[in-house]
């Protein structure tokens, strides 16, 4: 079994810059693809950016050269670095391991 726990979200001004965690718990953590995702009201659940197999990264195009996806496999945590952010970023945003496991989610809004 595997628990993903997301924090580092919050308030933010249009422009502005945030930083999100995913700590993983479970011995199978590091053997697992990880990735972003978020969800708006009214909308479905996106893919924001992800590490495929081969360790490569995959990012939404409406955030490519503006969000960062890392992780530190000592630290069992994958990390979303988001800048420039915009009203349209405002979602919940979850963590995910293996296409599996989900975590609670961290709220992000961006708002003036």
């Known amino acids: 079994q595997v628990q993903l726990v997301e924090s580092g979200g919050g308030l933010v001004q249009p422009g502005g810059s945030l930083g999100l965690s995913c700590a993983g718990s479970g011995t199978a953590f590091n053997f697992l693809t990880t990735g972003w995702y978020r969800q708006a009201p009214g909308k479905q659940r996106e893919l924001v950016a992800r590490f495929s197999s081969g360790g490569s990264t995959n990012y939404a195009d409406s955030v490519k050269g503006r969000f960062t996806i890392s992780r530190d496999n000592a630290k069992n945590t994958v990390y979303l670095q988001m800048n420039s952010l915009t009203p349209e970023d405002t979602a919940v945003y979850y963590c995910?391991?293996?296409?599996?496991?989900w975590g609670q989610g961290t709220q992000v809004t961006v708002s003036s």
């Open positions: 995910n391991a293996g296409g599996l496991f």
